[in-house]
């Protein structure tokens, strides 16, 4: 199993910017899907992005234009720059990975979670 740990959340004002970190241990990475998601208050959990091993990135609806996702395997790390932050972006954020190929936006395909990092968004 990998260990997921992700940092970089805080408190931002509308607008603004945060960079998210997910880094792994316990085995390869290069083999490793990693995907963010998110959970507001209330909320079920929304997927936010995804890197696969091979580097195809996907996004969810909600982000697209606004954030990107990266991957540095040397470091063992994905990245998600949020750019143009608003309130409504204001949730936990997880990164999940898996090694087992499969939906990329979907929960249940993840095996891996970290325990999450708040972002919130000031209006």
């Known amino acids: 199993q990998v260990h997921l740990v992700e940092s970089g959340g805080g408190l931002v004002q509308a607008g603004g910017s945060l960079r998210l970190s997910c880094a792994a241990s316990?085995?390869?990475?290069?083999?490793?899907?990693v995907g963010w998601f998110r959970q507001g208050p209330g909320k079920e959990r929304e997927f936010v992005a995804a890197?696969?091993?091979?580097?195809?990135?996907l996004y969810g609806d909600s982000v697209k234009g606004r954030f990107t996702i990266s991957r540095d395997n040397a470091k063992n790390s994905v990245y998600l720059q949020m750019n143009s932050l608003k309130p409504e972006d204001t949730a936990v954020y997880y990164c999940?990975?898996?090694?087992?190929?499969?939906?990329?936006?979907?929960?249940?395909?993840?095996?891996?979670w970290g325990q999450g990092t708040q972002v919130t968004v000031s209006s």
């Open positions: 999940a990975g898996s090694e087992k190929g499969g939906a990329l936006a979907s929960t249940t395909y993840y095996s891996d």
């Open positions: 316990g085995r390869s990475f290069s083999n490793y899907d």
């Open positions: 890197i696969n091993r091979i580097y195809y990135t």
